[in-house]
């Protein structure tokens, strides 16, 4: 393999498993295991039903 089919390969290997891992990142974004919840507290009643909440997610 010349140089430049070297250089070719490593670089379309790193992209390949770059792929890999946002496909991965995509899936479990759909599946709900990764992502963002924000949370307001309104009131007192509020701060004590939170916890109870929090605890069956």
């Known amino acids: 393999m010349t140089y430049a089919g070297t250089v070719f390969l490593k670089d379309a290997r790193e992209i390949i498993k770059k792929l890999d891992e946002s ?8 599946d709900g295991y990764i992502g963002i919840i ?20």
């Open 38 to 57: 924000n949370i307001g507290l309104l009131s007192t009643p509020v701060r004590e039903l939170l916890p109870k909440i929090n605890t069956k997610i």
């Open 23 to 30: 496909l991965e990142q995509v899936q479990q974004a759909e």
